[in-house]
């Protein structure tokens, strides 16, 4: 079945690491994005990447990189410069070729700061 | 600036009908959208608008008014299982997705 795999679910960090979360699509999409979600907040847009080898940032792209090296992957790098991680983070894609093409989530990811 | 704003939270009755309203301020437009979350999920699709007026999918609906800068989403027959929040979201003149803060509705019996 066609969608997108984010992993791991739940992720724990100590302070001063580096954590990578994955995400992957089957669906053939030109454009994936990364959210980041605060409890009880919306979804804050972090890097998005339009086409393979190039991403811009998003509001809130300080403390985390990000790379997209092939068009079905777009791995998320949250750094020990991001002071406050612990959020619910999620991957997204849609094909951009016509403005009304909807955007489609992963099941997310947890990271909590130990 | 952009700009997307909808209440923090409803409640209604189960059966009932509730209107979750959203209005925005974006540099450009190309649509409108509005997702499902139930917590600890992501959001799920429930509908698009582009040009003005109503689109109707089953028991919602979603409106939009382009001058206005305001879109509404309307429940019907509210069940028991629609208790989860209700993203706006706004793409404007590049492919990104703006969201809302969310509405948190409330269903009760």
């Known amino acids: 079945d066609g969608g997108i795999t984010q992993s791991p679910k739940y992720l724990f960090r100590k302070e001063g690491q580096n954590v990578t979360l994955s995400c992957e699509q089957n669906?053939?999409?030109?454009?994936m994005y990364w959210y980041r979600q605060d409890p009880g907040q919306g979804l804050r847009l972090i890097y998005y990447?339009?086409?393979?080898?190039?991403?811009q940032k998003g509001d809130i792209a300080e403390g985390y990189s990000v790379s997209r090296e092939k068009k079905e992957s777009f791995p998320l790098t949250v750094t020990s410069a991001q002071k406050n991680p612990t959020a619910f983070y999620l991957c997204?894609?849609?094909?951009?070729?016509?403005?009304?093409?909807?955007?489609?989530f992963g099941e997310g990811s947890w990271l909590t700061v130990v | 600036g952009q700009n997307i704003d909808q209440p923090t939270e409803m409640t209604a009755t189960e059966g009932a009908i509730v209107q979750i309203n959203c209005t925005y301020q974006?540099?450009?437009?190309?649509?409108l959208f509005w997702y499902q979350q139930h917590a600890g999920e992501a959001p799920t699709f429930l509908s698009y608008n582009v040009l003005d007026g109503l689109e109707e999918k089953g028991r919602f609906s979603s409106f939009l008014s382009r001058s206005k800068g305001y879109s509404y989403l309307l429940l019907k027959e509210l069940q028991m299982k629609d208790s989860a929040s209700y993203l706006c979201a706004v793409k404007g003149a590049t492919n990104k997705l703006i969201f809302g803060t969310g509405t948190l509705l409330a269903v009760q019996p």
């Open positions: 974006t540099s450009g437009f190309n649509g």
């Open positions: 997204a894609s849609n094909q951009q070729l016509s403005s009304g093409n909807t955007i489609y």
């Open positions: 990447s339009q086409i393979v080898n190039d991403f």
């Open positions: 669906l053939n999409h030109d454009a």
